[in-house]
């Protein structure tokens, strides 16, 4: 699940870590927007999170969402800054979401091989998320097809809600170099909606035999209708589901 760190929805985390062992999810998910910040966006000492993860078994994920405007060494840098959290917390799947302008493309294979030797040297599992239909980086499966070509080492992260119906066979290409996939709703032809499983048109059954966590990605943003489709309730409801395609 997401850990419901969002400023209006926002939840102790030890509260949050509780909840999940409670209702059986595997992991929870973290998201770092502000490098080398993750304690001050929690509001809790990494290390008291970190061992609330390992007392509960729920594995600790970390998403961090990079702002990449061209400047080379964006991504290495911001996985630097992260690295004392990320030990503290017991992090090993870390993946990075780059957005940003058609300027930072050129740039991406450098830094993602760069970010795969910090990575590796601190025994992380490191990969890359896509994007939707919206943005400029990491859109086109070819796209994201020829930068896991160049950094063999980096592991891929499947938004399924970024995801056009047409474009799933070429990203189910890539199930052997997934580190965990996320999942939630939307009304295709639109993605990004972060909808309740059952409340949009995907087709989950493309990742009911995969053996890594799926996140579930629910709620949160205005278009989704905000924190309130991220509730308890819809939580255990949208884990029902999941854990339906399975049986």
Do not use: K
Not at 115 to 129: K, P, S
Not at 131 to 151: D, F, I, K
């Amino acid at each position: 699940m997401l850990g419901r760190f969002f400023p209006l929805n926002w939840r102790p985390p030890v509260d949050e870590i509780r909840f999940a062992a409670e209702h059986g999810f595997d992991a929870i998910q973290i998201r770092s927007d502000r490098a080398g910040q993750i304690g001050d966006d929690l509001r809790a000492d990494p290390r008291v999170v970190g061992l609330a993860f390992a007392a509960s078994g729920v594995e600790p994920v970390l998403e961090m969402l990079v702002f990449h405007l061209g400047e080379p060494g964006t991504i290495p840098l911001a996985l630097r800054a992260n690295l004392p959290a990320i030990e503290q917390i017991g992090f090993r799947r870390v993946h990075i979401h780059p957005v940003g302008p058609d300027d930072a493309a050129p740039l991406l294979a450098d830094e993602f091989q760069e970010a795969l030797e910090i990575a590796q040297g601190a025994g992380l599992m490191l990969g890359v998320e896509h994007n939707a239909v919206g943005h400029r980086l990491l859109v086109e499966p070819a796209r994201v097809h020829e930068l896991l070509n160049a950094v063999p080492g980096l592991h891929f992260v499947w938004d399924l809600n970024h995801t056009r119906a047409e474009d799933v066979a070429d990203f189910s290409r890539l199930r052997d170099r997934l580190s965990l996939v996320h999942v939630s709703d939307t009304p295709l032809p639109e993605t990004n909606h972060h909808l309740p499983l059952g409340r949009g048109s995907v087709d989950f059954r493309v990742v009911r035999d995969l053996d890594l966590p799926l996140i579930l990605e629910v709620g949160g943003l205005p278009i989704s209708g905000g924190p309130g489709l991220d509730t308890d309730e819809v939580l255990l409801d949208s884990l029902a589901r999941l854990r339906a395609l399975r049986t």
